[in-house]
């Protein structure tokens, strides 16, 4: 199994963060990894994932020289990945990595198995812009889906060997859906615990980040119904 983890300024939870993985992944993998992609953090995440590395050869690191956004970090690390199994998880602690038990069963019958939060613990905009997200995205694509960026996925390779993701941001979870949707893949969904961030800061609600979202979603809306 292959677990990617998109990082960006989390010097305060990579190292517990991918330490509880690798052991989640022993126990449950008799061959896996760890890919780490910085996506140019300004801090010293890049360097902690080094020295980790040395002690833990199962742990990679890719890093992009500058801030790409979530959808490229994403798309990295699916290329650098091995194995045929690819989980796909936050490095900010807001998951618990041994839940991946709940979804690793689901893989002898569904191409896709995606967690959703089953209480968000984020503040009240948040929440509200989360919901006005997925009913946008279940309006224009009818997306069956209950939590979209729901950062807790496990995903059968072939799935990408099928689609592409072309959006560079947080736009990335919900393209890969759609499109995996499109082509018939099939999804089950299985309820996670979510935890609130003790340490950093999040990223996801900056305006910049959210109007390219809406870009991408214009372009892949395009793409499909023109």
């Not at 950093?200 to 372009?219: H, M, N, V």
Request: one cysteine or more; glycine letters at 6%; charged letters at 25%.
């Amino acid at each position: 199994m292959s677990a990617i983890l998109p990082a960006y300024n989390e010097v305060e939870n990579i190292i517990p963060a991918v330490e509880a993985l690798a052991m989640v992944l022993s126990d449950i993998a008799p061959a896996w990894e760890i890919v780490v992609v910085d996506d140019g953090s300004r801090d010293d995440t890049i360097k902690l994932v080094k020295e980790l590395s040395r002690d833990k050869t199962q742990v990679k690191l890719a890093s992009h020289p500058e801030n790409r956004g979530y959808g490229a970090a994403l798309k990295t690390g699916i290329n650098l990945a091995r194995h045929q199994l690819l989980f796909m998880m936050d490095a900010d602690l807001q998951f618990d990595p041994g839940e991946l038990l709940t979804l690793l069963p689901w893989t002898n019958r569904f191409d896709i198995v995606i967690g959703y939060r089953k209480r968000r613990q984020e503040h009240l905009g948040r929440r509200f812009n989360a919901w006005c997200w997925g009913v946008l995205i279940r309006g224009l694509f009818g997306l069956r889906v209950r939590d979209v960026n729901c950062a807790f996925k496990l995903f059968n390779r072939r799935v990408f060997e099928q689609i592409s993701i072309r959006s560079q941001g947080a736009m990335a979870y919900s393209e890969i859906l759609i499109l995996a949707q499109k082509h018939g893949f099939t999804v089950k969904q299985v309820p996670v615990t979510h935890y609130p961030r003790k340490r950093g800061r999040q990223s996801g609600a900056r305006l910049k980040t959210i109007y390219r979202a809406f870009l991408d979603l214009a372009k892949l809306y395009a793409n499909l119904k023109g």
